[in-house]
């Protein structure tokens, strides 16, 4: 995309991989050459396809341990860009991919459009997401008057009149409303839709690729799987790895991090996908439905965009194992026509991202 405009792109962290990430590439390949702000890099982190970029990292880049306990320093983040001053950079355009503090930045009269992954999390739903990470009351109740401050703060920077919301779902778009008061317009998050094809067949397993953390509910999922007796394996790592093994049956299987050029084969070969958890957008659904597969998710968040009830899946109602148990059971997957699984897909493909968020870029600049 050559649009002549002089373009800075902001992203809140750059030291860990995931669907934030694969915006900000899709970012970069539309806009070579534009910087990339951000509080810290952990280049040896990241893929090395990043070294080659522009990327400018703040004073937090110094922090001890940052880059692996990045959590410990989130009251740092808004003050890092409150204080990453742009206004006399001469830029056309600021683009910032959020889900924390970096919409924050000094942009004076230059136009912003904010990409939302979400409103920051920890910070408007402080109190679930910190049930989930399970803080310690003292730490909660330290913390309340920090949330405040913060919450004033982002409430504040959102507010600017040069400042344009795109929201990445429904949901998103909704709790923008609810947190800032401010109207956006939707632009579905890219997905690389054309590297998932369908298989001849399918076996007999059903798949969850995931990140193994709390708020992905996977415990649900196995829950769910070893009172049906039902194969499930779940490719991913993360720190809840040993703890769901302990809870795992005989028919769970871990496959740990699975190679991307072995993704697609294994979504196509499943029998269906499961998505237990509320996301914000959520991309497997969609490399699932692209590779022929039907989903079978939580109702709610960013699933109600993506997954066509009756159609390329099935939503189970509540956030419980005996739900999704009752749904996986009732499901009849050889019912789902690959076909209607890959055109639902093809909605969220990468040209379909650019081409919509090329349109909110003229409305605000013209």
């Given at each position: ?8 792109l ?23 050459g534009?910087?990339v ?24 880049d ?29 830029y ?29 999390r920890?910070?408007?739903e ?36 040069t ?40 076996d ?17 999922a ?18 809840d ?7 795992a049956?005989?028919?769970i ?37 692209a ?7 939580y ?11 009756r ?13 999704l148990?009752a ?27 650019c081409e ?11």
């Amino acid at each position: 995309m050559k649009t002549g405009l002089n373009i800075a792109l902001l992203h809140d962290w750059l030291n860990q991989f995931g669907g934030a990430e694969r915006v900000l590439e899709s970012l970069v390949e539309m806009f070579p050459g534009a910087p990339v702000y951000t509080s810290m890099y952990w280049r040896a982190g990241m893929p090395a396809t990043y070294r080659a970029w522009d990327i400018r990292a703040t004073w937090m880049d110094c922090l001890p341990g940052i880059y692996r306990h990045h959590q410990a320093y989130f009251p740092l983040y808004a003050l890092a860009f409150a204080r990453l001053d742009l206004r006399a950079a001469g830029y056309d355009l600021i683009l910032s991919n959020k889900s924390g503090f970096c919409h924050g930045v000094r942009a004076g009269e230059t136009p912003h459009l904010c990409y939302c992954l979400a409103p920051t999390r920890y910070v408007w739903e402080f109190e679930s997401y910190a049930a989930r990470e399970n803080l310690p009351a003292a730490a909660r109740l330290a913390l309340q008057p920090v949330i405040a401050a913060l919450r004033r703060w982002d409430y504040r920077v959102a507010q600017r009149p040069t400042t344009r919301f795109v929201a990445i779902s429904t949901e998103i778009q909704a709790r923008i409303r609810r947190y800032y008061g401010r109207e956006a317009a939707i632009v579905y998050p890219p997905v690389d839709v054309a590297r998932f094809q369908p298989a001849a067949g399918h076996d007999a397993y059903y798949l969850i690729v995931s990140r193994l953390v709390p708020y992905k509910r996977i415990d649900l999922a196995i829950r769910a799987f070893n009172q049906l007796g039902l194969p499930l394996w779940i490719a991913g790592a993360g720190r809840d790895r040993a703890a769901l093994e302990a809870l795992a049956g005989p028919t769970i299987r871990f496959l740990g991090r699975v190679p991307e050029a072995d993704l697609p084969g294994l979504m196509a070969r499943c029998k269906a996908f499961v998505f237990p958890g509320r996301e914000d957008f959520g991309l497997t659904p969609v490399e699932a439905q692209a590779a022929g597969r039907p989903v079978i998710a939580y109702g709610a968040g960013g699933a109600l965009d993506t997954v066509i009830a009756r159609e390329t899946g099935a939503f189970f109602s509540e956030p419980t194992a005996d739900a999704l148990a009752a749904t996986v059971a009732g499901f009849d997957a050889g019912a789902v026509d690959a076909r209607d699984c890959q055109r639902n897909a093809a909605r969220f493909s990468a040209e379909r991202f650019c081409e919509a968020l090329q349109v909110q870029i003229a409305a605000l600049v013209g």
